[in-house]
């Protein structure tokens, strides 16, 4: 019985010290998504509205102009740029964007996948890990981008990809990534990176968009693709800072709740024992007293 009571009592200890951890790693996180969710707040409009401005030109432009980055050709090799995080304890957060970026390459790009024409580039050390292990070819030139999370750290991978996909090395790039919606949401979605898309036309709206090329179309067109891709991954990599917070966040909450929960149902079993080892004494107490008696 005093070697269960013992048992009992290192469990509690064991759950109140996780407990500490999980409810330390929810403030830190708390503090960091309140950082990471004003970046993105603050970048998303932007980021959204030169994306807007990008499809507009692409669409409008009738040859004469160099755009090369929006050229479709017929796709062989596929890029996948997959963003997750360095570290776990963040729920389901790194095997959501991992399972879609899997399930998009088996359903659009099956054929490609088995003449092994598909390269993942990982932003996130637990992705690089995983598609590691499934045996694809991974590069982790920008694994390490969350350590000192920059523009300049995320446009060197963007820069990269585009100067690839311009030689040739792909005919698609893919953004697999999770966009930032609130502390305990997020909204798991792959995006083409490359080339770029067209803007879509709106029913009943035959206008088109006509714009006063200052300078040269080519050369203003060579200016501002690059740097409006740029920002697109940077937004890219901002919305999974802050869903990595946020889901770690919400996860170390609900481990909290869970250890509480534990800890009740362990006190009662505590105190369950430690009233049949009293109970148990005191009956050895009294036949003791009735034996001597008798």
């Keep these: 019985m ?27 996180s708390a503090a960091k998504l309140r950082r990471a969710q004003d ?19 692409v669409s409008s432009l009738e040859g004469g102009a160099n755009i090369s980055l929006a050229e479709e050709r017929h796709v062989q090799k596929v890029l996948f740029i997959v963003v997750t995080s360095d570290r776990g304890l963040c729920g389901a957060y790194n ?10 390459i088996q ?6 996948q088995e003449a092994g024409n598909v390269s993942i580039w990982a932003i996130g050390k637990k992705g690089a890990e995983f598609f590691q292990k499934k045996g694809f070819n991974v590069n982790t030139d920008y694994r390490d981008t969350f350590m000192q999370l920059s523009f300049n750290k995320v446009q060197e991978c963007a820069q990269a990809a585009m100067k690839a ?9 893919e953004v697999v990534y999770s966009e930032f919606r609130n ?18 036309p709106v029913a009943g709206n035959n206008t088109k968009a006509d714009f006063i090329f200052e300078p040269k179309k080519d050369q203003l067109i060579a200016e501002l693709m690059p740097k409006i891709l740029n920002t697109q991954l940077y937004k890219a990599v901002l919305d999974c800072n802050a869903s990595e917070h946020g889901a770690r ?19 009662i079993s505590y105190n369950r024992a430690r009233q049949a080892a009293i109970t148990t004494e005191l009956t050895e107490i009294v036949s003791g007293a009735a034996a001597l008696q008798g």
């Design 2 to 28: 005093a070697g269960q009571l013992k048992e009992v009592r290192n469990r509690i200890k064991s759950v109140q010290s996780t407990q500490q951890i999980t409810k330390a790693m929810k403030m830190v």
């Design 39 to 57: 970046a993105i707040i603050q970048m998303r409009p932007y980021a959204q509205k030169l994306q807007e401005m990008l499809s507009n030109i």
């Design 95 to 104: 095997a959501n964007i991992q399972k879609l970026a899997l399930s998009t």
């Design 107 to 112: 359903e659009k790009y099956a054929t490609q």
């Design 165 to 173: 996909f311009q030689n040739k090395e792909f005919d698609a790039v």
């Design 183 to 200: 502390a305990a949401t997020q909204r798991f979605s792959v995006e083409q990176f490359l080339p770029i898309e067209k803007s879509k």
């Design 249 to 267: 966040m919400t996860a170390m909450d609900k481990a909290s709740d869970n250890a509480n929960e534990m800890l009740k149902t362990l006190k």
